[in-house]
């Protein structure tokens, strides 16, 4: 084991205060930084709070399509949230250092889409989309799912009606 150390040293008030003043500095800060959210973010603990703050904040990080550059740009012209970006005209993005034409577009039809709490449209739905879709429901039905055979048809129009045919004669469970 090793023996008490003593370490002389002179006390500097000026340095001492100097210390205290930058703590309080840091402990009495009005408020956290604005979130920033990156690829990174999914190594860290904080991320679920730093998210939910996000969305509380209705914080700009939120937008797709935003880079760093483009994300300090737009905190340093004061559009901090959504709601601001969403409200603003390409032009006064595309003026902001970082962000094209392009990026402004995104930007503003992002912003517009989490502000109506919709989801972001990046680019036009492929047309094999919209056509009528079939399923089978082979969950339920005892008798039928013993045997693997399916019991009624669903299907969508491209209208998003939905329809349903019941192709399984009704049989009452046995109780013995």
């Not at 973010?41 to 703050?53: N, Y």
Request: aromatic share 6%; glycine share 8%.
């Amino acid at each position: 084991p090793r023996g008490i150390e003593i370490a002389l040293h002179r006390y500097d008030e000026t340095s001492l205060l100097g210390a205290f003043r930058s703590v309080g500095d840091v402990l009495h800060q009005p408020s956290a930084p604005p979130i920033y959210l990156t690829g990174h973010c999914d190594l860290c603990p904080w991320q679920a709070h730093c998210q939910s703050v996000a969305h509380e904040e209705r914080a700009i990080t939120l937008l797709n399509g935003l880079t760093r550059r483009s994300w300090e740009s737009l905190i340093a012209a004061g559009l901090v949230t959504v709601d601001l970006v969403a409200e603003q005209p390409t032009e006064a993005l595309v003026r902001l250092k970082g962000i094209g034409a392009a990026t402004a577009g995104q930007l503003i039809s992002s912003a517009r889409a989490l502000a109506r709490q919709e989801a972001v449209i990046l680019r036009e739905l492929p047309n094999e989309l919209h056509r009528p879709i079939v399923m089978l429901d082979i969950e339920t039905g005892l008798s039928f799912q013993e045997q693997g055979l399916p019991w009624s048809f669903g299907w969508s129009d491209v209208n998003g009606q939905l329809h349903a045919a019941v192709v399984a004669r009704y049989s009452s469970a046995s109780t013995t």
